[in-house]
């Protein structure tokens, strides 16, 4: 069988890749386009944090439900930097409920081949996918009472040093061949994070020795020529029968982490400076709401005028994630007093209803249990 270096395989394989998609996670640096946000900018929200791609498996209402949960999930893992946010026992509970988050939707159909890239030749593959965008209120409420650290807009883009040996020498991938690394590009927007790339300038190719050393200090007056602080420095070889990824991420003179991953696909290797990326900077700048101690609230519910309020109150506290069972204490014409059961303190408690538009706190309301009242 014939062998094609790395460069000429991914290139082959990639070339077709859609435009948006590189555009939006991988981009020639510059001296604005990567300088880190102060930290008040968290407060600004980045609208791509609160949307996800996820392949639909058939038309029906229930793969769409399924999807939207999908979907869901991967919004939260960049919401919290968490890979396993899904996991959360809040979490699972809201996936059920993932429409009702659900501001926008869209399908598309893309081609591709086998393997997922796009199709340049053979049999195509179809795939319809599905576009949603979440209530960021909402959105936010679920992580807070999750308890799951928050990762604000506010992130760095690290500029990309990534030289691959395929066999014939180090050789450093510049703001040219994009394609190369659509496979980090893509798992980085999955995981919330953009990267810069250089632009491979005389003087940044002869720093290639510099960066195969995994040696980042004597790149930073490089990547400061980008406005950048932040950089990760990536190394990808062959090693036995498959390819390995050396990695080292740094924000000025601070090392944030440094890993190794290794995979009979070139590819995945190139994917794993995403996570490891992702992982590193999340640790180090998400941060986790004060949600209280779990256990039992007990809650008035007013301006309930008719039948159907009564209903409407109950369905609504039912199918919050936080809220474990519902039992109630009292009713009479106008107001219902509940115990609640939940999964979070009474502050995590309030930052979930207050994201949504059923119920609101009572400003009138004196002291004792929290009253709140039935929008309309």
Known sequence: ?????????????????????????????GPDAGTEAPADAE?????????????????GAAERRTAAARALGQVLVKLTGQPNAAGNPVVRRALGNAQALVVDSRSSESVSDQQGNTAIGGVPVFKSLMTFAFDPDNVD???????????????????????????SGARLVNSQQLAVVKPLATRGLERGLRFGLPAGSAVEQAAVQTL????????????????????????????????????????????????????????RAIASG?????????????????????????IAVAGLRAAGDYTRA????????????????????????????????????????????TL?????AGEGAPRYLLGR
């Open 43 to 59: 407060a600004v929200r980045d609208p791509a944090l609160y949307q996800a791609e996820v392949e639909l498996r058939s038309q």
């Open 212 to 267: 195969w050393a995994q040696n980042p200090l004597p790149m930073l007056p490089l990547s400061a020529r980008y406005g950048e602080r932040t950089q990760l420095l990536g190394r990808v070889y062959r090693s036995g029968a498959g390819w390995t990824a050396d990695w080292v991420l740094n924000s000025g003179e601070t090392e944030l982490s440094r890993w190794s991953f290794s995979d009979p696909s070139a590819q």
């Open 360 to 364: 609101r706190a009572d400003p009138l």
């Open 141 to 167: 409420a679920l992580v807070a009472g999750s308890g799951l650290p928050y990762w604000g807009a506010a992130r760095p883009r690290p500029l990309l040093w990534l030289a691959i040996d395929d066999g």
């Open 274 to 298: 995403a996570d490891g990326a992702a992982d590193a900077i999340a640790r180090r700048d998400a941060r986790a709401f004060n949600v209280g101690q779990p256990g039992t609230l007990v």
């Open 314 to 357: 109950m369905g609504y506290l039912q199918t919050l994630a936080v809220v474990r069972s519902v039992t109630v204490l009292d009713a009479s014409p106008e107001q219902l007093t509940l115990q609640l059961d939940l999964a979070v303190g009474p502050e995590g408690f309030a930052r979930f209803v207050a994201a949504g538009g």
């Open 1 to 29: 069988m014939r062998t094609f270096p790395l460069f000429s395989c991914v290139a082959l394989l990639l070339a077709l890749a859609p435009a948006p998609l590189l555009a939006q996670a991988l981009a020639p640096a």
